[in-house]
């Protein structure tokens, strides 16, 4: 007998509490060994449309659904009694008559009855006003060929033809995957995939959308997989409308955009693992601007790639820096690299000598954190050390208007830092790639032949450098996925001045599969409805579109730092009670300083915790606790994001530390995307806390 096991049962499973997951569980291995066994309590469902359906007894109250053939046993749902029973009576299982693949259909009419009834409950009187006028269907125009190609129900044609903005996300909740994607990338202004005709006489289980949903079990183990890590497994999933830019040749550098929860990194992932299949003599470098996030691409690629470790063996997941030393040591010697502490004390004892030193033209406007963001941003980024070279440098987006004099005091700074770091041997992390950008645009070996990027945005200029002397010629030689909502660590330069030119190979994905449309919005409306790069290629946020619903983020201002602790308590136990587990629960602070609020609040919840590190790894059985900066590349089902006070976000130093108009900017930006990024971490659920007076950012969310 075929034993598989639906999505909609590790879905279901996930939202139980711990001991009734263990019994079901129990049940379902209980199942595998022997569905005839007489110890196993079937009971047929009489008020069922698919007449194949049954319900086994897990305990007095927990009911699994299964669907039951002399030559299957499907594992379909597991609930609460009555809710059990109420799915199942909702649904069938069916072969769907023009792509071919195996769907769970929802009933129709009893979705209808269901969102009424929903309906009715939630209405409150209100006085009579004129309707609105109709909005116009998204499908009216669309014939029934076209809309069975992309996998809709037939029992559905007819509501999708009625679908308008206001019901789409409703509607899409309850068509099968394939088809609710269909109809949202139809809703952006895209065109769907239509997926090939299936072989006559085909198992329907074998088609690629049935098998995004349907999974075989052979043994034991693998059903322990399939019900202990539902979470991990989403985190790798590639959906269908994705895979075109996985595999799309590229006659020059690619980039994939789009907000948060896209899939930008899966898709990077993806690449990574499609090239190296398709080129085996060929070494990919899967690459990142930190080590924190290096890692968890890692980990990511691991679970792709688990079954195929000879395929791990030719990518290489490495930070860009770590990678640029390792590479300069190959090519000139061991690197001396002078960090940033030892370059702002440079900085600011070259200050000094050039104000004291007499007839020296006055510093006004120069002060230290001036010329800090002066050499980070201008002088060391883009590797200028000549006078020449600063005084023509246009200064791209720095407000402090500076005479030639200022221009030349400022320069006597950083002329002393340049010739301290010769003097002393050392070389930034600036002008290690821009050696080795120079090295292999000589005609030097390169170590890779396909390079992808995640989190593009946050590179630097010589990093950029470096990559396009790596791959900018070579076909498919460059790829990058990034969002430029989430740059919270890089100044805005130009991409085609230094030869990655993506104009016509890039791409805004517009479908969030991640994140539920209330979070997606309440976050979206921190950043800008469109946001664009200096070499003025937009990515348009208006259209995107989450694929589900869920509660909206909760924003709470609380009188002091217990009140906040209690509350966020409150609120884990519920996300507890509710089904999430500890592991998939994530709390967030601006900074180190307010890590024990967060301590605070997930012991008074009774939840094993613990913080992240560097290395982000995050443990299945404890709630994650970290700074905003390490919540990039993470997903939870729950985050909470803790100490939004005034004088925290945006952060206090840094507004003080300013140098001029465009740095204060900067300032707000960042920390509103690091914001941003923290929200948007989570899947069903948000909350964001602080104490009077809150952030000033807190009002757009609410």
Known sequence: ?????????????ARLNADEQKAAKTTAFDLQVDPSSPGLSFHKLDKARDKNFWSVRVSRDIRVIVHRTAASLLLCYVDHHDKAY????????????TTGAAQLVE???????????????????????????????????????????????????????????????ELASHLPAEAAEALLELA??????????????????????????????????????????PWDRWTVFLHPAQRQWVERDQGGPARV??????????????????????????????????????????????????????????????????????????????????RSEWLRVALVEAAKTARDTPGATPMAKLGDAFLWSEWSEVVDSWQLTGWDGYRDFKRLGRKTRLSEAQRAAAW?????????????????????????????????????????????????????????????????????????????????FSWKALGVDVRGRARTLQVNYRTSHQIRSAADRLLGPEVSD???????????ISVFNGPAPAVQTLASHGAEADAVARWLR?????????????????????????????????????????????????????????????????????????????LRARLDAAADEADLREVYDTERQLLYVACTRARDRVLVTGIEPPSEFLGDLD
Request: a negative charge; proline letters at 7%.
């Open 1 to 13: 007998m075929q034993f598989r096991i639906a999505d909609t049962f590790t879905s279901s499973l």
């Open 86 to 97: 109420e799915w199942a009576e909702r649904r069938r299982l069916v072969t769907h008559p």
């Open 107 to 169: 009933l129709r009419e009893a979705a209808i009855e269901v969102v009424a009834r929903h309906a009715v409950a939630a209405a409150a009187p209100a006085p009579a006003v004129p309707a609105p006028p109709p909005k116009p269907r998204l499908f009216e125009s669309l014939v029934d060929g076209d809309l069975l190609g992309w996998g809709v129900p037939p029992e559905w044609l007819a509501g999708v033809r009625e679908a308008d903005e206001d019901s789409l996300l």
């Open 188 to 229: 952006t202004g895209g065109q769907p995939q239509r997926p090939a005709p299936p072989p006559t006489g085909g198992d329907p289980f074998d088609h690629p959308d049935a098998q995004r949903r349907f999974r075989s079990m052979e043994d034991a183990e693998a059903l322990a997989r399939a019900m202990d890590a």
């Open 257 to 338: 955009a789009g907000s948060a929860g896209t899939g930008k990194t899966i898709v990077a992932v993806h690449r990574a693992a499609f090239l190296a299949r398709q080129h085996p003599d060929a070494r990919v470098l899967l690459t990142t601007f930190s080590p924190t996030l290096a890692h968890a691409l890692h980990t990511r690629l691991r679970r792709l790639i688990g079954n195929t470790p000879l395929l791990g063996e030719r990518i290489d997941v490495v930070s860009l820096d770590e990678l640029g030393e390792r590479l300069y040591r190959y090519a000139f010697g061991k690197p001396a690299m002078a």
């Open 412 to 492: 006597s700074v950083f002329e002393r830092v340049l010739e301290r770091l010769q003097r002393d041997s050392l070389v930034t992390a600036s002008a290690l790639f821009a050696r080795l950008a120079g090295h292999y645009a000589s005609g030097a070996r390169t170590p890779f032949e396909h390079i992808v990027v995640d989190e593009a945005q946050d590179i630097g200029v010589q990093q950029l450098r470096f990559l396009a002397a790596l791959g900018a010629q070579r076909t498919n030689g460059l790829f990058f996925a990034g969002d430029l909502g989430q740059r919270i660590f890089q100044s805005p």
């Open 534 to 544: 200096v070499d003025g290629n937009s990515e348009v946020r208006r259209g995107t």
């Open 574 to 650: 519920d996300c507890a009670s509710s089904g999430i587990r500890p592991g998939e629960m994530g709390i967030f602070v601006r900074s180190l300083q307010e890590l024990p609020r967060a301590v605070a609040a997930v012991t008074a919840a009774g939840l094993p915790h613990h913080e992240l590190d560097a290395w982000v790894d995050t443990d299945p059985d404890e709630v994650s606790i970290g700074i905003m900066h390490l919540a990039k590349g993470l997903e939870f089902r729950a985050v909470a994001v803790m100490a939004c006070d005034e004088d925290i976000l945006p």
